[in-house]
């Protein structure tokens, strides 16, 4: 079991950064891929980003690559989404997710078993 725990968002102005944070319990974190997913109101969730264990295999949705960073720190049972540049079009409730994937399957988030509870990013125009 994993129980995971976003932090970190909060109203920021366009072309702003923020870095969201989840922290997860139990002693096998290192062992699942990490993603985070978005919803806006009125929209589906999205895959963002995500992160394989070796931390060295990432992967993005085209909206967000080269302003978006995502990292892991094993030691820390921390996954991070450092988001640049944001548009008020990356208004959403972000959440974290765990599960077991392989590398082309990174955006599918029905590889994921475990999700936070998300938390609130607003850009503003």
């Known amino acids: 079991q994993v129980q995971l725990v976003e932090s970190g968002g909060g109203l920021v102005q366009a072309g702003g950064s923020l870095r969201v944070s989840c922290a997860a319990s139990g002693r096998t974190f290192s062992s699942y891929v990490m993603g985070w997913f978005r919803q806006a109101p009125g929209k589906e969730r999205e895959f963002v980003a995500a992160?394989?264990?070796?931390?060295?295999?990432?992967a993005y949705t085209d909206s967000v690559k080269g302003r978006f960073t995502i990292s892991r720190d094993n030691a820390k049972n921390t996954v991070y989404l450092q988001m640049n540049s944001l548009k008020p079009e990356d208004t959403a409730v972000y959440y974290c997710a765990a599960g077991t994937a392989h590398q082309w399957e990174l955006h599918i988030g029905e590889k994921y078993i475990y999700w936070g509870q998300g938390t609130q990013v607003t850009v503003s125009s």
């Open positions: 992160i394989m264990w070796s931390r060295s295999i990432t």
